[in-house]
């Protein structure tokens, strides 16, 4: 769907239902002309300190009293964005409550035969199973806006994301949030289908989520997994200035880059606490 339609309800209950949403033609020629050639200036790779932009006023203020003013200029339009975007607005109704910009960063991915990320799921608990205290509630969850300034498709650069699994993941949250189920690591797609296996975690979930077959389609259509094979399935192939927009609670994946570079420009929005 295009970013008119996304606005409407159709775009807002997909992505509940779904947890994710693709949106064709996020940005305009001219946006994207102008974005990519900000990001092409520093090619930086997946969390490098200067891969990350200013999500306010002051830090963009900082690099006015720096004398920094390319930088300042290309910050504010990435900064800008969001708002002629309107994607705290998106970001507000998807939650159903007020949230805020947690980070901006705009990364390069050279070619190559490494994924960027395995089968994971972003809003895991991590931790020692002996010491498992101070886990954030599991309705401080994030979204994220991933716009892609170049073309990406399956074993090149796109994002694979499995449709649903952010209601099994939130389910299983709260569970341990509420010891009611029994922590695990499940960072990793694996331990993620062996925890939810367990007959006593899948009883909760089933129970929370009223729903007796999410969970069993979920570990029928990852099965893949086990038998140590790829799946291009669940796959979201995008054009240039396209964008999807997810619950990190999903388990997904970034794709290798076979073939062409990949330039993404993330926003991250978070429920304020």
Wanted: proline fraction near 3%; hydrophobic fraction near 35%; charge should be positive.
């Amino acid at each position: 769907m295009k970013l008119a339609e996304f606005n409407s309800e159709v775009g807002f209950k997909e992505i509940k239902k779904s947890g994710i949403v693709k949106v064709k033609k996020f940005l305009t020629d001219i946006e994207l002309t102008n974005i990519k050639k900000i990001l092409t200036l520093y090619k930086f790779p997946k969390n490098h300190p200067k891969s990350y932009y200013s999500i306010n006023k002051k830090l963009l203020a900082y690099k006015l009293i720096k004398l920094n003013f390319v930088m300042f200029k290309n910050h504010l339009a990435v900064f800008n964005l969001n708002k002629k975007k309107k994607m705290n607005f998106i970001s507000d109704k998807i939650f159903n409550k007020k949230s805020y910009l947690k980070f901006i960063d705009g990364y390069h991915t050279p070619v190559g035969e490494q994924d960027v990320l395995p089968w994971h799921t972003d809003q895991a608990y991590k931790g020692d199973e002996k010491n498992i205290k101070g886990f954030v509630n599991p309705d401080h969850a994030h979204l994220k806006f991933f716009i892609y300034l170049t073309d990406v498709g399956s074993n090149n650069g796109c994002m694979s994301y499995i449709p649903g699994s952010h209601k099994i993941g939130y389910a299983l949250r709260k569970g341990i949030f509420e010891n009611k189920i029994k922590y695990s690591p499940y960072f990793l797609l694996e331990d993620f289908r062996r925890t939810i296996k367990k007959e006593e975690n899948k009883r909760y979930i089933n129970t929370y989520l009223q729903d007796s077959n999410l969970v069993e389609e979920f570990l029928e259509k990852t099965d893949f997994i086990e038998q140590k094979k790829e799946s291009q399935e669940f796959d979201y192939n995008l054009s240039a200035g396209d964008a999807i927009i997810f619950d990190e609670g999903g388990l997904h994946k970034g794709s290798k880059s076979l073939y062409s570079e990949r330039l993404v420009l993330r926003y991250l929005y978070s429920i304020k606490k």
